[in-house]
């Protein structure tokens, strides 16, 4: 029997990236675009494009049982950039497959789409998540929170600061954190599940029962880097003047950005348990803890930490 085929997009980023690696151990057939030019894999087909490119589009689609749409954007001067990359975008990956008949779609969103209405971010992957359900697609939208492990830039500057022994975090609240290789496996669980999770949204995390406080949390990525740490809960006055002290310093490469505050500020950004997947589908299996200090690890491999 020939193994299905899934294309991908966002294959060369930090979630697809895994997820393209544990599809092709899995030995399923992937189409991923791509902007640059890849090494050749078997069972790999490398589609050079974009996703304001329709004809890369329409060839990525065009054999597969099933598509993972990843890409995206997570920072953008203003709120077109963001429309573009994530609502835009998924509409054209969207009107690629209803052009060949391609149905199965499981789209990653963000939880903070959950909040459109304190960034600029949430709100176009609010939008993506329009798009998506009026598709008439056979789809699933999975909702990460924050997304950790090896490879990942995002929570670098977390261990960045927890390693000088001192963490600046967000006043109060709480959040739920995923794996990226669970979220991986998820997404290619749903693949081959086509009847109980068709139109659900699914938010996931790690398992901890009710998130992590921020405190918390800081204080198990000191532990993953050998470090007690101090944590500092840092109001939205300063956390706003240090996004324009980022936004100068690093330009577009700024990590903090004034449309990051709010969504930073925010006090739940944990899963709702009526919404995640059921457990005879998908079950986390990277405990919290191991998983930050392999990240850790990683970091340090690579002359990052």
């Given at each position: 029997m020939q193994q299905m085929r899934i294309a991908m997009t966002g294959a060369t980023g930090f979630v697809g990236a895994e997820t393209l690696e544990q599809a092709l151990a899995d030995g399923l057939r992937v189409n991923a675009l791509t902007r640059r030019a890849q090494p050749p894999r078997a069972k790999l087909k490398w589609v050079h494009g974009s996703l304001d490119d329709a004809a890369a589009l329409d060839a990525l689609v065009r054999d597969a049982d099933a598509v993972i749409h990843i890409a995206g954007v997570v920072n953008a001067p203003d709120r077109e950039g963001f429309e573009a990359g994530n609502a835009r975008g998924t509409m054209a990956v969207v009107d690629a497959m209803r052009k060949r008949g391609i149905k199965r779609l499981i789209h990653v969103s963000?939880?903070?789409?959950?909040?459109?209405?304190?960034?600029?971010?949430?709100?176009?992957?609010?939008?993506?998540e329009k798009h998506v359900?009026?598709?008439?697609?056979?789809?699933?939208?999975?909702?990460?929170?924050?997304?950790?492990?090896?490879?990942?830039?995002?929570?670098?500057?977390?261990?960045?600061?927890?390693?000088?022994?001192?963490?600046?975090?967000?006043?109060?609240?709480?959040l739920s954190v995923i794996?990226?290789?669970?979220?991986?496996?998820?997404?290619?669980?749903?693949?081959?599940?086509?009847?109980?999770?068709?139109?659900?949204?699914?938010?996931?995390?790690?398992?901890?029962?009710?998130?992590?406080?921020?405190?918390?949390?800081?204080?198990?990525?000191?532990?993953?880097?050998?470090?007690?740490?101090?944590?500092?809960?840092?109001?939205?006055?300063?956390l706003n003047i240090a996004a324009r002290t980022d936004r100068m310093v690093r330009?577009?490469?700024?990590?903090?950005?004034?449309?990051?505050?709010?969504?930073?500020?925010?006090?739940?950004?944990?899963?709702?348990?009526?919404?995640?997947?059921?457990?005879?589908?998908w079950l986390p299996q990277v405990k919290t803890q191991d998983g930050l200090q392999a990240t850790a690890a990683a970091y340090r491999e690579k002359g990052w930490l």
């Open positions: 963000s939880l903070a789409a959950r909040e459109p209405g304190l960034s600029d971010y949430g709100w176009s992957k609010e939008l993506a359900k009026a598709s008439g697609l056979d789809w699933t939208i999975v909702r990460p929170p924050a997304i950790y492990g090896p490879g990942d830039k995002e929570m670098l500057e977390l261990f960045r600061m927890a390693k000088r022994g001192i963490m600046l975090l967000p006043p109060g609240g709480r794996h990226v290789r669970d979220l991986a496996a998820l997404l290619l669980a749903l693949t081959q599940e086509r009847e109980n999770s068709l139109t659900r949204t699914y938010e996931v995390d790690d398992g901890t029962p009710g998130g992590w406080d921020h405190q918390d949390f800081g204080a198990a990525i000191g532990q993953a880097v050998g470090r007690t740490v101090r944590t500092f809960a840092t109001p939205g006055w300063l330009g577009k490469k700024a990590k903090l950005t004034p449309d990051r505050v709010d969504y930073f500020c925010h006090p739940d950004w944990v899963v709702a348990k009526r919404k995640q997947p059921p457990k005879r589908l």
